[in-house]
Structure formats: C-alpha cells, structure tokens
C-alpha cells in the first residue's frame, strides 16, 4: 500500500477481520465527506472503529477521535438499518479491491461493499443486493451505482493464487512482452503483487515471459500465499531508520506521518528504506495514517472556513470584489481580442471579393440542383470548402493566404452576398465595442466598492473584529449554558425542558451533577470524558491569533474536587444569585446515581426539577465573577466562559466580569463591535447585567505582531 490499498492488501485485512465476526454496530459516523467510521463492539472486549476511507483504506483502530454532533445523511441512514446489527460474514470479492461485509438484523441481512479502486464508493444493500444508498453515485460502461439499482461488481480479475500450472503456460508462451509487463496486467497478477513475485524469483525483468518456467510462478505465488493466510503481520517502510529508545507517542506519530513511504501485509526488502514490524497490517495502517484520519473532523470544519481559496468556502468581501475585477479585466481583454478578430474577417471577406463570390455563387448552384445532403459527400473533394451547416444555411470556406492556397477559415451565410457577410462580422465587431464601454464602467464601479471594502476591512481588522462565516448548525452545547473547565466541558439548563434534556441526555457514570442552593437554579453536568483539546494557534484575521480548540470524547484527566470546585462558580452565577444583587452563594454537586426523576409516593416532580437523595458535597461561599474569552473550536470562532484564572490561561482576549449595573444587551452590544461575533451568540452566555472588572485586550484591543 502506498496511496490506497491493493488487492493483496485487502486480502489480508479481510483476514485479520474475521476475529470481528459477530461484533455489534455501535454507532455510524461520517467525521468527513469521504470517511466512514463503524464502531463495532466485539464480544468480550472493547469498542473499536472500523475506518473507510473512500478509495483509500480500511482498517481498525481504538484512537479518540471526534465526532459531528449531527450525523450526515449517509452515516444517520447506515444508523437506520445497521443500529445494533450483527457482523456475519467479511469476504473479499475473488482478487479485487473490493470487501464486502454482510450484517444480520431483526429484519434481514443488509450488505456494506467498500471499492477501493478509481475514486472509491462505499455502498449499502439489501439482502437482495438493491443498493439502498451509495456514498457517492457513479454511472459505468458495464453497472450504474445508484440507489434503486442492483450492485453488480466490477468485472473480476482472476483470482492469481487459483491458478494452476497449465493457465500461467499459456499466458507467458501467448506473451510476447517482458516478464513484469506480462504478469503486471490487471488480468494476470496486478502491478504491486506482479513487482513482488519477480523480485521473489530473482530473474531480470525485462527477460521475456515466454522464456520463463511457469512451475517457479507457481511455487512463488503458493509461498506468498501461504505467508498471507498464516504469518502475515504490518510492515512499514520509512525513509529513516526507527528512533532508537524511549520515544514519546506523539514523536513516534510525527515520525511515521514524515517520513513512511509504503506499508506491505508480507515481510520483503525494498531498496534505500527501513522496515519497521507490527503485529498487524491494521496496526500498521493505523499508525501511519490513524493520526491524519482521527482529525478528520477539524479538517472538514477548516475546510469549510477556508478563506483563501478562490469559490471554495466563506470569502471576504475583499477577497470577492477582487476576483471580480480579474474577471472583469480578463472579459475586458477578450472583448478588444474579438473586437479586432471581428474586424479583420470582415476586411478579409472583402479584399477576397472575387474569390468568396465565386465559392459563394457555385455552392448555390450545387445545392440547387443536387441538394444539401448530396452536397455534403461533395464538399469533401473541395479544396476551398471545408463544410456545410444546412441548418442555418452556412458554408464554411477557406480564404486564399499569401501565396494563394487555402488559409484562413470563415463562416459565411449562403443566402446573403460578399458585403453582407462582412457587414455580420462587423456589426459583431461593433456589438463588442458596446460591450468594451459597459465593461469599463463595470470596473470603474468594482474599484470604487474594493477601495470602500479595504478601508472597511483595515478598520474592522484594527478594531479587533473576525472574519465570520454564517452557520446553519450550532454545536449541540450552545443549546445550553456552557463552559470550559480544566479542559472538561461543562453544561446548564437555560430553562425546565433544558434541565431535563441535559440530566437525561448527557449525565452519565463517571460525571457529576451541579446544582445552586437555589430554587430554580439551573441542573448542571461536568462531563468527565467530553471535552476540548488545544490544537494549534489558528489565525483568524491578518491581525491576530486566537486559541484553537478541537472537541475530544476523551480527555486525558479525569475531573476532581478542585475542577469541581470551578464548575460551581459557573453553576452558581447561571442562577438567580446572578441578578438578586448578592455577591456570594453556595453550591452542591452529587453523583449521577443520586439524581433522580422518581418521587415518593404523594410527591409531584416538575418540569425540569430532580430529587436528590444522598450525602450532597458543599461549596460556600463563592465568589459571583466569571470570565468570558474569545476561542476557536473545531474552526468556530466562539465565546467561551470559565473562571477568572482559566480564561486568562487560555485565551489572549477576555473580559471577567461580576453582578453590576451595566444592562445585559448594551455589553452584548459592545462585545459585537469589538470582536464580530453576533448579539446572539453573546447574549447566549451573559448570566444577567454585568459590571467590567477586567478587560483583557477585548476592547482595548492591539493587534499581534
């Protein structure tokens, strides 16, 4: 495997997957356009993810890697009718690149084909093998891969370690190429396997292939064979050797990603590289492009921030009036080009009277009398006449160059005279001149509106603000209060049914539940595996750099009591005691066992309210101050609150602030003229009216050097 995987590579992860057999689908995920994940969970052991990559990979792995909160259209339909489903069967088609997994249900069986060939599809089947949906439609000479449509596999190629001595004869005595040219035919063994067997039997290439004994091919092919079924294990082949030592995963990652080249299911030598083993040719895989695949989602979310690629993604209004000016100076040069085309036909036609006259008068009088059908055999064994356009009643002829043989090509109408034709050309001439002053009145007013927008984008930049692109989907925690704590996420209801969806759905085994010693105080949950990971520093404008942040399913620490200890301050000021005018409050926090929808009998539960039963653990008198700081996550540009002394970690740009006197809209207001983002975003995480402790570089903002 270098770029996407071979027939013998898919050989041998079909192979190594049958200890799959009978795993359940846990959950389908699209993390990219072109990436599927299936995590399974296979008895007696722990979940893992099969990935597909389109036309390149398949292949297990157990990294942590985020996922859309909204599922894509194709990942919800394989939760449609894989949800639960048994893995049954796994099995290469004959030699080809193409696996096919087959999955029993409470309905019927349903079949997932992965094609590793061209560009790849991953499509999924009834148990009648009508494709229900395809990643991608595709329409070939031989099968349409569309949804109604039965799948028909790509003609097969024969499947080479069924060969017997008797048919590799014919093939290299009927040949009359070179040894690797004869067996590298997509009918014999295919490129990669057919460089292998020749290397295996230590003979030139370039010998011919009648020349060559089939028995050895044979033996050959029975040894890879044999070594694939039984001893085949991950091999990677890297430009440097392996670093010697204790080496941290992550350099051991980088190094892999740099520099491996190749990754082969059988041990072989290959020139001016280093091996390195693993136990497995999907461990192989994993290591070298698991890292790549696991941030597939944060790639799809820069991807659509893209700012800098002409028609892809969000672009400036700068970046739009200037591809529009190109465009128009480019028309703009096209219009002078034809106008002087135009023009120089027209003058042509007319220098050339006689002769057009001529060609003109005879081909009248042919049609006339043979007709345009009989016409067109003619015109072929006429040297001044290239075609005929019987339709809008045309002739296309050569004009006469300098030395009076045919040259220049033009289109003339039969039924109008020699001037008649050159006034065509030159009123299309003229109708470009017309054009040539709207364009330039085009770009003058192009300009004028670049000059505007540059001076408008000069002053947002020094303000402070972002480039923003509009988003049609949020992420599933803006529904609710949030905020970051120790890196761990953590969520409020904003009102009864937010409590409720935020107790049911997100509080689980290892959180812990938050609660204001107040009468609707909002229920919170700190997750102990969801969570945020600092990236790398992305740059938003040309102006400044703001932490990047990528969503985790696992974080690497687990909550304790001082980060517990933090989410109360938040839980406490996203309750009333924000705005009662108090300056301190209490909070409690519980296990999730403890939190409970169940009254005793005679007791009535409301909307969004919980019974706790148990020890609670306390926490007094705490401070009502909170820092809100401007973050990226996932590529989002977004306004995250923590406590005072996190906020200043973690971000160059933030405020805290307290209870005050300065009302909720006006300071969202202001935050929207100092950073871009919109009054709804912000007002989304303002507890109430607020007094400005601190400013740290929001407002009084200086732009990064």
């Known amino acids: 495997m270098k770029e996407s995987m071979s027939a013998l590579d898919l050989r041998a992860i079909a192979s190594e997957f049958q200890s799959l057999l009978q795993s359940r689908v846990k959950k389908c995920y699209q993390p990219h356009y072109e990436q599927i994940v299936l995590r399974l969970n296979p008895k007696g052991s722990q979940s893992i993810d099969m990935v597909i990559v389109r036309g390149s990979r398949v292949y297990l792995s157990q990294r942590d890697r985020p996922m859309p909160v909204n599922p894509g259209q ?6 449609k009718y894989l949800a639960n489903a048994r893995l049954v069967a796994i099995e290469q088609l004959e030699f080809d690149r193409v696996l096919h997994l087959t999955f029993e249900t409470g309905h019927g069986f349903y079949h997932l084909y992965i094609e590793m060939f061209r560009d790849g ?18 329409t070939y000479a031989e099968r349409t891969l569309k949804k109604g449509h039965t799948y028909k596999p790509p003609p097969q190629s024969p499947n080479p370690f069924e060969m017997n001595i008797n048919t590799m004869r014919d093939i290299l005595q009927s040949s009359e190429k070179s040894i690797i040219s004869t067996l590298g035919q997509r009918e014999v063994l295919g490129g990669s396997l057919a460089n292998f067997v020749v290397e295996l039997l230590d003979e030139d290439e370039n010998m011919d292939a009648s020349e060559m004994n089939p028995q050895k091919i044979i033996d050959v092919l029975s040894k890879i064979y044999l070594e694939l079924t039984s001893n ?16 941290q995963t992550v350099d051991m990652e980088d190094f892999l990603a740099k520099n491996v080249v190749e990754a082969w299911p059988i041990k072989k030598e290959i020139n001016n590289l280093h091996r390195i083993d693993f ?21 799809k979310e820069i991807e659509l921030l893209d700012q800098s690629a002409p028609g892809r993604g969000f ?23 034809k106008v002087e085309i135009q023009q120089n036909i027209g003058h042509k036609i007319t220098e050339h009277y006689t002769h057009v006259d001529d060609v003109l008068k005879q081909m009248n009088e042919a049609i006339a009398k043979k007709g345009f059908e009989a016409i067109k055999e003619d015109i072929k064994e006429v040297t001044w006449v290239e075609s005929l356009d019987s339709v809008n009643s045309k002739v296309e002829i050569f004009l006469p160059d300098e030395t009076q043989q045919p040259g220049k090509k033009v289109w003339l109408y039969l039924d109008l005279s020699v001037h008649q034709n050159a006034k065509e050309y030159f009123e299309i001439g003229r109708k470009q001149k017309d054009k040539i002053t709207g364009a330039k009145q085009a770009i003058e007013a192009t300009k004028i509106a670049l ?3 540059r001076k408008k984008e000069l002053t947002s930049k020094e303000s402070g603000k972002l480039n923003l692109r509009k988003r049609t989907k949020k992420f599933w925690f803006e529904n609710h209060r949030w905020a970051i704590i120790g890196g761990h996420l953590l969520v409020g209801g904003k009102d009864a049914k937010g409590n409720d969806n935020v107790v049911k759905k997100h509080l689980k085994k290892e959180d812990r539940y938050l609660h204001a010693d107040l009468h609707g105080a909002p229920s919170c949950v700190l997750k102990n595996q969801t969570g945020f990971e600092l990236e790398s520093r992305t740059t938003h404008t040309a102006t400044q750099i703001i932490p990047s942040f990528k969503i985790v399913d696992k974080v690497s620490s687990d909550i304790d009591d001082s980060l517990t200890l933090r989410a109360a301050s938040l839980a406490l000021a996203w309750s009333r005691s924000w705005n009662a005018g108090g300056a301190h409050g209490t909070v409690y926090w519980v296990k999730p066992g403890q939190v409970s929808k169940t009254a005793e009998t005679g007791e009535f539960i409301g909307k969004g309210a919980f019974i706790i039963r148990g ?10 101050e ?12 977004l306004l995250a609150s923590s406590t005072a002394e996190e906020i200043r970690e973690i971000t160059q740009r933030y405020v805290i602030i307290r209870p005050g006197t300065i009302k909720k809209d006006q300071f969202a207001n202001k935050l929207y003229k100092a950073t871009g983002l919109s009054t709804d975003e912000i007002l989304s995480v303002l507890p109430g009216n607020v007094e400005l402790v601190e400013d740290g570089n929001m407002f009084q903002f200086e732009a990064e050097k």
């Open 74 to 79: 194709f990942a919800m339909l394989l939760r």
């Open 121 to 138: 599809n991953v499509l999924l089947c009834d148990q009648s093998h009508e494709i229900i949906q395809p990643l991608t439609h595709a």
């Open 232 to 247: 085949a294990k991950g091999f990677l082949y890297s430009k440097k050797p392996k670093p010697l030592g204790n080496i």
């Open 279 to 299: 136990d497995s040719f999907h461990s192989a895989v994993d290591a070298w492009k698991g890292v790549h695949d696991a941030r597939a989602l944060a790639r």
């Open 315 to 337: 672009s400036t209004e700068v970046e739009k009036l200037e591809r529009r000016l190109i465009q128009q100076e480019k028309a703009l040069a096209g219009f002078h080009s």
């Open 451 to 453: 000059k505007k927008a």
């Open 615 to 624: 020890e609670r653990t306390w926490f007094r008198n705490l401070n009502l």
């Open 626 to 637: 909170i820092g809100l700081g401007l973050i990226s996550i996932n590529g989002v540009p």
